[in-house]
């Protein structure tokens, strides 16, 4: 049996929308129940629901064989798993963001104060750069930040930008691209390598026909 | 206030009796296995000076070590790993000693680790190294031992992943590349992130043969035919030869009829400043992670000034017991068999029988009344021990106790005792 942790919320319905169209079976993944743990009518499949952040943790320790999970989660908890695939949904970058006439005001300071929710991302970020800062760990509302005076910038993700501009902040610079990835464990990927390629190849299929619709 | 004087520093944990047991006896196994293949085990300081080991070849960071200094002198770390006070003794100590070196060891490395598995920071590991040994001869002699331990330890199902750096190496000798842009596309590759591999391999100008094959390496595993497939690229001499090696390796295992247990994974490309040919890693379908690792490590030696070829792995001890609890393969530690209760009159009568029984292999518990408990026969049932010898001036007289009905099946005399 081939365990799959799924990150709750948006990415678990795009995820079991990519499953579907694969044709691998979800058993009664898509009730909307207070269950953590499905399975699939032959028993060959068990997904779980957990928190995003919690899906590197399953698959490292192989108590999930499969994560499907976004590539910021994968960057922030620095897990060492197989990432295998690029699944394309869930896009949106990582920046760095701020008030644009404050951006040469900020590096006068000596250290740059940094809120964000990833203090992993922004840390590597900043100290590949030789750049010291301070981290501010925030859980939610990063935009605050700069607004209140908290911090001078923010690491986060954008999707639309929206956010940013009805704060009157700015993307100042950007990380990286972020999106869904399908990640395996590293040893499952070997002793359960028959299940588990066939289901990738499943959804590599999806995957290039969707490109080529 | 916390009271620290109750708790232990996260880490590290107690072995209790049960673990312990099964500890102990899978240690004993491998060690039997170690000395039956030619193996002499060693024993080296847990601390030693911080030079050991850096520089050079080692792939351990300073951030990883626990660090302390020696009175008004250097810095001292406690064991990070076992190979390389191995290579340093082969290098020194032993430097006379006839070729080839086996040398086996069973204990504890101590490393600084914020990620790893369930954050033991002292790590029960046995091993062995095999010094002096050129060749794929070596290589099957380290994988075969390993495939003979986990037998003998009763695994169910295990399977040995084999690679080789070389192979990587080679690639990145012929792109001619640095040693930052080899470690990024190590990391991709090592992650099998064919993505981000892909997007990286655009930046770079070298031959778009090359580029094929390294972006093709996360692929490059399976059993015996992904060889054939890899040899099929057209390669560099140096690839080409880790792809021999690799062959001769299998054939030598196959000969061995063990060649069931293996795969392979040239995409397998961690500690690459250590290793330099083949590497493999235990695996089970029980546990996420390897339950042993090794590989030929030829240029160790020579950091300790003697240039020797050396091959060797490690076995994880906590990760086998973890395993062989998950496949049900763990025992209880064995139970009393005798409690005896001794009149003080006849006490040496009473300590010869005792011994008597734990020559034959019984474990044996002298009966110590205490305030909690006076009556033996009481103490034998809470404790679960079926057999109660007392001995007494008139005889000895043993009791089966029956804990189901909790009450004396049976009471016979045993003539005797007044004799002896």
Same mark, same amino acid.
């Not at chain 2, 030619?38 to 300073?62: A, C, H, L, M, N």
């Not at chain 2, 290589?139 to 199902?157: F, Y």
């Given at each position: ?8 919320g ?10 579907k169209? @694969?044709?691998?079976d979800?058993g ?6 207070r ?6 009518r032959?028993?060959?499949l068990?997904f ?8 590197p ?7 999930a064989?499969i ?15 197989y990432?295998m ?14 008030f644009?006439e ?12 940094? @809120?964000t929710?990833y ?9 590949q ?8 760990k ?13 911090s001078d910038v923010?690491?986060?993700?954008v999707?639309?930008?929206r956010?940013?501009?009805?704060n009157g ?14 990640v ?11 299940e ?17 619709d | 206030m ?6 232990i ?10 673990e312990?047991?099964?500890?102990r ?8 296995i ?10 080296t ?5 911080f030079?050991?080991f ?10 990883q ?7 008004g002198?250097?810095?001292?770390v ?6 390389m ?13 006839s ?14 680790e914020?990620?790893?598995?369930g ?10 190294e ?5 060749g ?5 002699e380290v994988?075969?031992?390993a495939?003979q331990i986990?037998l ?9 992943d ?9 690639l ?23 993505l ?21 390496l996360?692929?490059l ?5 992904m060889?054939?497939k ?15 090696n690799?062959?001769e390796?299998?054939?030598?295992i196959q ?8 795969t ?10 250590y290793?330099?040919?083949?590497i493999f890693?235990?695996?089970?379908r ?10 030929r ?5 020579s ?40 009149d003080?009159n ?22 110590i009344?205490s ?21 007494q001036a ?8 029956d804990?189901?009905l ?15």
């Amino acid at each position: 049996m081939i365990t799959i942790a799924l990150a709750k919320g948006r990415l678990a319905d795009e995820s079991i929308g990519l499953l579907k169209k @694969a044709n691998i079976d979800c058993g009664d993944l898509e009730d909307p129940s207070r269950k953590l743990i499905f399975q699939n009518r032959d028993q060959s499949l068990r997904f779980i629901l957990v928190k995003p952040s919690d899906v590197p943790t399953y698959v490292e320790y192989g108590a999930a064989d499969i994560g499907i999970v976004g590539k910021d989660t994968l960057l922030e908890e620095g897990r060492s798993l197989y990432e295998m695939i690029d699944l394309g949904f869930g896009k949106c970058r990582m920046v760095v963001a701020g008030f644009p006439e404050k951006k040469n005001a900020w590096i006068t300071y000596a250290n740059t104060r940094v @809120a964000t929710k990833y203090p992993n991302i922004a840390r590597n970020y900043f100290s590949q750069r030789g750049e010291s800062i301070e981290i501010i760990k925030l859980n939610g509302s990063v935009e605050l930040g700069p607004i209140i005076g908290l911090s001078d910038v923010i690491v986060d993700i954008v999707e639309s930008g929206r956010t940013l501009k009805e704060n009157g902040l700015e993307v100042l610079e950007e990380i990286c691209k972020i999106s869904a990835r399908l990640v395996v464990n590293r040893i499952s990927l070997k002793t359960k390598s028959s299940e588990i390629n066939r289901l990738i190849e499943c959804i590599q299929k999806v995957l290039e026909d969707g490109i080529n619709d | 206030m916390k009271n620290w004087k109750i708790h232990i520093p996260p880490g590290v944990q107690d072995y209790l009796p049960d673990e312990c047991y099964n500890k102990r006896k899978i240690e004993e196994k491998i060690r039997r296995i170690f000395y039956l293949n030619g193996y002499d085990e060693i024993e080296t300081p847990i601390f030693e000076y911080f030079d050991v080991f850096t520089g050079g070849k080692s792939s351990i960071e300073q951030e990883q070590m626990y660090k302390f200094f020696e009175i008004g002198g250097r810095i001292l770390v406690l064991r990070p790993d076992n190979t390389m006070p191995i290579a340093r003794i082969a290098a020194t100590k032993m430097k006379n000693a006839s070729l080839p070196l086996r040398l086996s060891y069973i204990s504890s490395i101590y490393r600084y680790e914020e990620m790893q598995y369930g954050k033991q920071r002292e790590v029960a590991q046995a091993g062995m190294e095999l010094l002096g040994v050129e060749g794929p001869e070596g290589d099957a002699e380290v994988i075969s031992t390993a495939v003979q331990i986990l037998l003998e330890l009763g695994l169910k199902e295990f399977q040995i992943d084999i690679g080789q750096v070389d192979f990587f190496k080679g690639l990145i000798e012929e792109a001619g590349l640095d040693e930052e842009q080899s470690e990024e596309i190590r990391s991709l590759i090592d992650h099998k992130n064919m993505l981000g591999l892909e997007v990286l391999l655009r930046k770079f100008s070298f031959s778009s043969k090359v580029k094929e094959i390294l972006l093709n390496l996360p692929k490059l595993y399976g059993n015996a035919d992904m060889l054939k497939k890899a040899r099929n690229l057209s390669l560099s001499p140096r690839c080409r030869n880790a792809i021999d090696n690799l062959e001769e390796v299998y054939g030598i295992i196959q000969d061995y009829g063990l060649g069931n247990y293996i795969t392979f994974d040239l995409g397998m490309v961690q500690s690459l400043k250590y290793y330099t040919g083949m590497i493999f890693r235990g695996m089970t379908r029980e546990l996420g992670y390897p339950i042993c690792a090794g590989g030929r490590y030829d240029g160790l030696a020579s950091d300790f000034g003697y240039d020797l070829p050396a091959t060797g792995f490690a076995l994880g001890i906590k990760r086998i017991l973890m395993v062989l609890e998950r496949q049900r393969a763990l025992e209880k530690i064995p139970g009393i068999d005798y409690l005896v209760v001794v009149d003080q009159n006849v006490r040496s009568i009473g300590y010869s029988r005792m011994q008597a029984l734990r020559k034959a292999g019984n474990r044996v518990e002298y009966f110590i009344p205490s305030k909690e408990c006076q009556d033996p026969l009481a103490y034998a049932r809470k404790k679960g021990i079926r057999r109660v010898l007392i001995v007494q001036a008139r005889g000895t007289t043993e009791v089966v106790i029956d804990s189901l009905l909790d009450r004396v099946m049976d009471a016979k005399m045993n003539e005797g005792g007044e004799t002896q």
